[in-house]
């Protein structure tokens, strides 16, 4: 079973340690003490939480299939002639997007305005990330 200390909850989440402790404190998300007296949350458990955070899928402006939406703000444009470049920052994500020029004037995109950025694709890779001193994503007995 993998277990988070709160910090490395709150990373996974792009949130404060501190928002982390108020939710278990709130009884919004389980965590156990370990025998030091640190507070760890289970990985079902916590993704449990995210789920039940994510935005529900009826509540979307449009129809649409693609299931991966992540809303950020727009950090950079960089246009030319026909195409354009458009940086989101959503959440500890950047996300890169290129379009058309006339895509990103139709919409109004500009440094400071909310975006979001629909993912749909047939290839996602997933990688686990190699283990580091800070015991990420350890595995309980």
Do not use: Y
């Amino acid at each position: 079973m993998t277990v988070f200390r709160m910090s490395e909850a709150a990373e996974l989440l792009g949130v404060s340690t501190d928002t982390v402790r108020r939710w278990v404190d709130a009884g919004r998300l389980a965590a156990a003490r370990d025998d030091q007296g640190h507070r760890l949350i289970e990985g079902a458990d916590l993704a449990a939480f995210v789920r039940a955070q994510a935005a529900d899928p009826e509540e979307r402006a449009e129809e649409s299939s693609a299931r991966n939406r992540l809303r950020g703000i727009v950090t950079a444009v960089l246009k030319d002639a026909v195409m354009a470049q458009v940086d989101i920052q959503a959440g500890p994500f950047r996300i890169v997007s290129l379009m058309s020029r006339e895509a990103v004037d139709e919409l109004g995109l500009a440094v400071g305005s909310v975006a979001v950025a629909v993912i749909k694709s047939t290839t996602v890779v997933v990688e686990k990330p190699a283990t580091t001193a800070g015991n990420r994503g350890r595995t309980s007995p």
